[in-house]
């Protein structure tokens, strides 16, 4: 039905930056919210930053100031700009979108296989 894909991850220092990507695909009524998470190894998954469709953003106080998420909704398409990266980022980071397929027109939530970061010291 929606399948999201992510792209960007990688290794990079302390203090350096990497910029997420995440396309999704499909056939696609509409897209209302989209998001990244992220889950360290023993850990949670978390909320990094969401962004709604009007473009208004939410982030988690961890990242406030040094990542910035936005979106393409011609592209169905969302970003995730990681600056002044920290060894504590490190995560494998996951792509949400709640999307409207044509197959059933009903709203439901779907995540990327999502793609590692990792920041060294």
């Known amino acids: 039905q929606v399948q999201l894909v992510e792209s960007g991850g990688g290794l990079v220092q302390a203090g350096g930056s990497l910029r997420l990507s995440c396309v999704a695909s499909g056939r696609i009524f509409s897209i209302s919210g989209m998001g990244w998470y992220r889950q360290a190894p023993g850990k949670q998954r978390e909320l990094v930053a969401a962004?709604?469709?009007?473009?208004?953003?939410n982030y988690s106080d961890s990242v406030k100031g040094r990542f910035a998420i936005s979106r393409d909704n011609a592209r169905n398409t969302v970003y995730l700009q990681m600056n002044s990266l920290k060894p504590e980022d490190t995560a494998v980071y996951y792509c949400?979108?709640?999307?409207?397929?044509?197959?059933?027109?009903?709203?439901?939530?779907?995540w990327g296989q999502g793609t590692q970061v990792t920041v060294s010291s």
């Open positions: 962004i709604t469709s009007g473009g208004s953003t």
């Open positions: 949400k979108a709640d999307a409207t397929p044509y197959v059933s027109f009903r709203l439901n939530t779907y």
